[in-house]
T-cell receptor, first 113, second 109 residues
Framework: DAGVTQSPTHLIKTRGQHVTLRCSPI?????VSWYQQVLGQGPQFIFQ???????GRGNFPDRFSARQFPNYSSELNVNALLLGDSALYLC????????????FGSGTRLTVV | RKEVEQDPGPFNVPEGATVAFNCTYS??????FFWYRQDCRKEPKLLMS???SGNEDGRFTAQLNRASQYISLLIRDSKLSDSATYLC??????????FGQGTTLQVKP
């Protein structure tokens, strides 16, 4: 069984550019969440989507947006990249309640130069 | 005050030692509690869910104290392979997980 898959694994972008990160959840999971993790910190919640609707948004600027597709895969978009956006971006999938925990993909490591 | 707080450590312990981590949370309405393990430059992996009754998985024991709003993780008979960062995570039932900073454990021979 495939776990949560993310692409790309690594990315280098220039300030001001935009980036699209992709995630496919575990088969049967309809909830996808996105997290940003900077070095030395725990993951910070960005978005949650369930059944293609946004169900939660963290304290991130409007440059960050996301969507979920009918097959439950998801994209995270970041516009006007800043140096501070350099981080590991993690996608997590879960069943509806998430009570049994969330499974993370291996992440996309974004470097903004 | 952070919503979820952990002592970042590092905790340096010899093989075979017992080590305990605590994590405090501020939202009394929190509904779900987890411990994740994260190896360097890898994704967090779910170690255990934490229940009010406490739960054990081999050498690992997790407990939740709702009255004092903290969760704990006990590792017995530490192995070299236990060296990692341990993240506590708290959910409010809305799908959002709030993570602590993580506690670094280094088990030495």
């Amino acid at each position: 069984d495939a776990g949560v898959t993310q692409s790309p694994t690594h990315l280098i972008k220039t300030r001001g550019q935009h980036v699209t990160l992709r995630c496919s959840p575990i088969s049967g999971h309809k909830s996808v969440s996105w997290y940003q993790q900077v070095l030395g910190q725990g993951p910070q919640f960005i978005f949650q989507y369930y059944e293609k609707e946004e169900r939660g948004r963290g304290n991130f600027p409007d440059r960050f947006s996301a969507r979920q597709f009918p097959n439950y895969s998801s994209e995270l978009n970041v516009n006007a990249l800043l140096l501070g956006d350099s981080a590991l971006y993690l996608c997590a999938s879960s069943s509806r309640s998430g009570a049994e925990g969330y499974t993370f993909g291996s992440g996309t490591r974004l470097t903004v130069v | 005050r952070k919503e979820v707080e952990q002592d970042p450590g590092p905790f340096n312990v010899p093989e075979g030692a017992t080590v305990a981590f605590n994590c405090t949370y501020s939202n009394s309405a929190s509904q779900s509690f987890f411990w994740y393990r994260q190896d360097c430059r890898k994704e967090p992996k779910l170690l255990m869910s934490v229940y009010s009754s406490g739960n054990e998985d081999g050498r690992f024991t997790a407990q939740l104290n709702r009255a004092s709003q903290y969760i704990s993780l006990l590792i017995r008979d530490s192995k070299l392979s236990d060296s990692a960062t341990y993240l506590c995570a708290v959910g409010s039932g809305t799908g959002k997980l709030i993570f602590g900073q993580g506690t670094t454990l280094q088990v030495k021979p």
